[in-house]
């Protein structure tokens, strides 16, 4: 029951940064994957492009450990693998100096569709950007993929933007969040913009709140220091959790097309009003015996990052004016779950006596895993002994619904570099919407600066600290559970 694969047009993709961490795990196999789906045509080009000195063939040997490594069952196609390999070039490039420019510039076939995939530090997009002109290498249908962090504030991202500005048209920009290639992520345009259902009860008059969370059992491992810069507020909120929350918050688009989709998104963060500190809850990881807390992992003991936000938030517009958003996202939690749960309002009055209690109807997407939706509905406990009413879900796992098929659904990657190809933006993040993610997020951490804000520890494997537990409680309300 999954979708048809439809070939893209043959392309030449180069990765700048093709031996790197993100090539290696994701964009590497995520395109081989797309081969043996069919859907990478055999004429297409793949080529590496960094400062290691190797040959097609060095380059091709590291392409195959990566799909060892990171391609899970499909390495095992190993005739199918030498068959992609053909496709794989490798170009050692300067990107500041004038090395390796001319080589890419004989490699790339100008007749048809380029994209120029730059996953290496912010610092460098303005040199390629430049380079890729000045070789007459990209023209003006040519795409570039950009990774986030975004820039760390408002004013670094609107310099980026300014940067890739002086050299491609915000049509030719596709900046990727990978949040918006998850397949529930789109899942959930589908079911709020494909059904009659939900839409007449999706605001304050019938929603009572919304939650977002985004948990995790990792660390931060090996990108300590990465990490150490940015924080949770920066690494998930300002780009992941707030994707979600423009999709589970915006106005019907008129069309599914990518500006009408990103004007909607971008009223939806300009019509969020700025967070009361109180109403923000961060935290850092402790050690236990056996795990190294954050700050050893962050390689930085008196280090205030936050490996944890809790926050609750508004959006002052006619449709959720009064509905409070709670987010909340962290490392090593006790599960490892995405959800976006929509709870209702009770119902207006009770006819089963206050004995039946209250009962809430619960919309809850789960992005991962098991991605699926459950909806919690009220019936009468079954069995005599009077009108007794229980909760329970209507539960559709989409692994249940699409069976085994569900495997060949691609991953947010494989997805996004396809619609770079067919010149498909909708799900990437437009400049101003970037930018206004910033406006946001800015005053929040410069908040925490000034007051030299210390995050509250929390237990590794717990739900985070006891005061994002609080901020609901306040509330007269209560997080969701993290289950698997
Ligand atoms: C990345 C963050 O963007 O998303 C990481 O930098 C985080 O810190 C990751 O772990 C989560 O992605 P996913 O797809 O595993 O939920």
């Not at 780009?239 to 589970?248: E, P």
């Not at 915006?250 to 599914?256: A, H, I, L």
């Not at 962050?298 to 936050?306: F, L």
């Not at 619960?362 to 019936?379: A, D, F, H, Y």
Request: proline letters at 5%; hydrophobic letters at 40%.
């Amino acid at each position: 029951m999954v979708s048809r694969v439809i070939p893209v047009d043959p392309f030449d993709l180069v990765i700048f940064g093709g031996t790197g961490d993100l090539a290696r795990r994701k964009i590497l196999p995520g395109l081989f994957r797309r081969f043996l789906a069919g859907q990478m045509l055999p004429e297409s080009q793949i080529i590496g492009a960094a400062r290691s000195d190797f040959d097609d063939e060095g380059y091709r040997d590291t392409v195959r450990e990566a799909i060892g490594e990171f391609g899970g069952a499909d390495a095992a196609r190993t005739v199918e693998l030498e068959d992609f390999l053909k496709r794989v070039r490798y170009v050692a490039i300067d990107a500041k100096g004038e090395d390796g420019w001319k080589a890419l510039a004989a490699l790339v076939d100008q007749k048809r569709i380029n994209a120029f995939y730059f996953s290496v530090a912010p610092s460098l997009f303005g040199d390629l950007a430049e380079r890729l002109h000045l070789h007459a290498i990209a023209n003006k249908d040519s795409r570039i993929v950009v990774e986030k962090p975004f820039g760390r504030d408002l004013k670094s991202a609107k310099e980026l933007n300014a940067v890739l500005a002086r050299h491609f048209d915000e049509t030719q920009i596709y900046r990727i969040d990978h949040y918006l290639g998850k397949e529930t992520v789109q899942n959930l345009m589908a079911v709020r913009f494909g059904n009659i259902l939900f839409e007449p009860l999706w605001n304050s008059q019938y929603v009572d709140h919304i939650e977002i969370t985004v948990a995790e059992t990792v660390g931060v491992g090996g990108r300590g220091e990465y990490y150490n810069k940015s924080g949770a507020m920066r690494d998930m909120v300002q780009n992941h959790l707030m994707q979600l929350l423009c999709l589970i918050a915006m106005e019907p688009p008129s069309r599914f097309d990518p500006d009408a989709v990103r004007d909607e998104k971008l009223k939806v963060i300009r019509a969020l009003e700025p967070v009361n500190l109180h109403h923000i809850v961060r935290g850092q990881y402790d050690k236990t015996p056996s795990e190294p807390s954050f700050r050893e992992d962050a390689g930085d003991p008196k280090t205030r990052t936050e490996s944890f936000v809790a926050l609750k938030c508004h959006i002052s517009n006619w449709r959720w004016a009064g509905t409070p958003f709670y987010l909340r996202t962290g490392k090593k939690l006790r599960t490892r779950t995405s959800e976006i749960a929509v709870v209702f309002k009770d119902a207006p009055h009770l006819i089963f006596g206050q004995e039946a209690g209250r009962h809430r109807n619960i919309l809850s997407i789960r992005l991962q895993p098991n991605e699926g939706m459950t909806l919690g509905v009220t019936i009468k406990e079954p069995g005599p002994g009077g009108m007794r009413l229980i909760d329970v879900p209507l539960d559709m796992a989409f692994a249940d619904a699409l069976g085994d098929e569900i495997e060949d659904v691609p991953d947010a990657y494989e997805r996004l570099i396809m619609d770079v190809i067919r010149g498909n933006q909708t799900l990437f993040m437009r400049g101003d919407e970037v930018e206004a993610a910033w406006a946001w997020t800015d005053p929040i951490i410069q908040g925490w600066e000034d007051r030299h804000d210390v995050p509250k520890p929390y237990d590794v494997g717990s739900s985070g600290p006891e005061d994002a537990g609080m901020m609901m409680h306040r509330d007269g309300r209560r997080w969701r559970e993290l289950r698997e």
